[in-house]
C-alpha cells in the first residue's frame, strides 16, 4: 500500500512539529533524559522506517558478544500486544512469547540470536533495568533515536536517499553520534550533508550496504545459498516500509518475478490477505513463493499456507565499512570500566 506524498508530508509536518517542541525541553534543560544502568547503544532514524534499523541490531548484537559483552536488545515492540505494559520476550535461554505479544521485529531479534535476551515496551528505562537483572551489560536500543526520556552512550543514525516524510528535522543530525548512509557517502541527502558540515565536530560517516545472506525454504527446514533464486519464476510478497529495496534485491539475484505483492509495513497477514496470495498462486503456478524474514515470522503458525508450494524466506545481512568496525572497538575500549561496574551491579541484581 502506497501513501500519497501530500499525505505523508501532512502526517510529517505534524510529527516534526512535535518534535521540535518536545526538542526544545531537553535541549533547554527543563526536561532530562535519565541515566542508563548499562551502557546504551541507540539505533535509529529521522525518517519514518526502512532504513535498515533491524538488520543494523542483529550485526551489532553479534558484534557485542564476539567482543566479550553480555547484550540485550531493548524495544518498543510496534503494534504487539506488550508494546503498552511491556514484558520479556526471550531471555537468552528460550522464548517466552509469540510475535504478537513483541511485534514482529524484536521476536525475528530473538528468533536469530536466541542467545540474547529480548525485551519490549515503551518505557526503555524500564527495560534497561530488566536487562541489568537477566545479567546483560550493554543494551541495543531500538528506534531510540526520538526517545530522550533516555539517555545513551552512542546515537547511531541511519539515512538513506529515499528518505521522504521525517520525524524531524535536518538540524536533528547534531544529536547524532555517527551516521550510516546505505552505498556511497554522496548519497547522502543534500540538506542533511548541509548540517553534517556546518558543525564544529561533525559525527563520523560510514557506509553500509546489505547482502543476501540465504534461503530458508520452510516445508524443506533447510537453508540454501541466495543464488538458488536465480531463473526461478516466483511470485514474491511482503509488508515493508520499502519494498523496493526487496524488489531491487531479487532483481539481482536473477528471480523471475511474475507477481510482486506488497502489503502496509507490520501487517499481520489474517486469512483474506493469505488466501489472495494463495488465489495468485494457483493462477500463475510459480517454482516458489518468496518473502522476507520480518514477514516470515508471522507465517509459522499458518502450516495450511506454507504447505502450498515451497516457501522460500530471504534472509538478509547488514555489512559495513571497515571503518566503522573500528569505530566501534575504539569505542567500546573507552568503556571497558562501564562493563566491569554493570557486571558488578548485574551480580548483585541476580543475588537479591
Known amino acids: 500500500m502506497v501513501i500519497p506524498d501530500f499525505f505523508l508530508s501532512l502526517g510529517s509536518l505534524a510529527v516534526r512539529s512535535t518534535a521540535y517542541l518536545r526538542n526544545k525541553l531537553y535541549d533547554s534543560g527543563l526536561r532530562r533524559g535519565l541515566e542508563p544502568p548499562l551502557l546504551a547503544i541507540s539505533l535509529g532514524n529521522i525518517s519514518f522506517g526502512g532504513t535498515g534499523k533491524t538488520p543494523l541490531a542483529l550485526f551489532l548484537l553479534s558484534f557485542l558478544r564476539n567482543e566479550g559483552w553480555r547484550p540485550c536488545?531493548?524495544?518498543r515492540g510496534y503494534r504487539g500486544r506488550w508494546e503498552k505494559r511491556g514484558g520479556l520476550i526471550s531471555d537468552g535461554q528460550k522464548l517466552l512469547a509469540t510475535w504478537r505479544e513483541a511485534g514482529d521485529e524484536p521476536f525475528m531479534v530473538a528468533r536469530?540470536?536466541?542467545e540474547v535476551p529480548v525485551i519490549v515496551g515503551r518505557k526503555r528505562f524500564a527495560s534497561c533495568l530488566q536487562a541489568l537483572r537477566l545479567g546483560c551489560n550493554v543494551a541495543v536500543l531500538d528506534d531510540a533515536f526520538q526517545h530522550r526520556q533516555l539517555k545513551r552512550h552512542?546515537?547511531?543514525v541511519l539515512l538513506s536517499p529515499e528518505d521522504k516524510a521525517q520525524r524531524e528535522s535536518w538540524s536533528a543530525l547534531k544529536r547524532a553520534s555517527l551516521i550510516l548512509v546505505q552505498g556511497q557517502k554522496e548519497r547522502i541527502p543534500e540538506?542533511?550533508?548541509k548540517i553534517i558540515n556546518s558543525l564544529k565536530n561533525p559525527p563520523p560517516v560510514f557506509t553500509y550496504e546489505f547482502r543476501p545472506l540465504s534461503l530458508q525454504i520452510f516445508s524443506w527446514q533447510k537453508e540454501l545459498p541466495p543464488e538458488e533464486l536465480k531463473g526461478k519464476r516466483i511470485i514474491a510478497f511482503c509488508g515493508l516500509a520499502r519494498p523496493a529495496n526487496f524488489r531491487h534485491t531479487l532483481d539481482k539475484l536473477g528471480a523471475r518475478v511474475e507477481t510482486f505483492l506488497t502489503f502496509p509495513d507490520h501487517y499481520s497477514y489474517p486469512?483474506?490477505?493469505?488466501?489472495k496470495i494463495a488465489r495468485t498462486v494457483k493462477e500463475k503456478r510459480p517454482e516458489w513463493l518468496v518473502t522476507t524474514e520480518k514477514d516470515a515470522v508471522k507465517l509459522?503458525?499458518?502450516?495450511?499456507?506454507s504447505s502450498l508450494i515451497p516457501l522460500a524466506v530471504l534472509k538478509v545481512d547488514f555489512f559495513p565499512e571497515p571503518e566503522f568496525i573500528s569505530f566501534l572497538k575504539n569505542f567500546l575500549e573507552k568503556f571497558k570500566y562501564f562493563q566491569a561496574r554493570t557486571n558488578?551491579?548485574?551480580?548483585?541484581?541476580r543475588l537479591t
Open 344 to 349: 558488578l551491579i548485574s551480580d548483585n541484581f
Open 300 to 305: 509459522r503458525e499458518r502450516t495450511w499456507f
Open 154 to 156: 552512542l546515537d547511531i
Open 112 to 114: 536469530r540470536l536466541p
Open 191 to 193: 540538506p542533511a550533508l
Open 271 to 275: 486469512d483474506r490477505a493469505l488466501k
Open 73 to 75: 536488545f531493548i524495544s
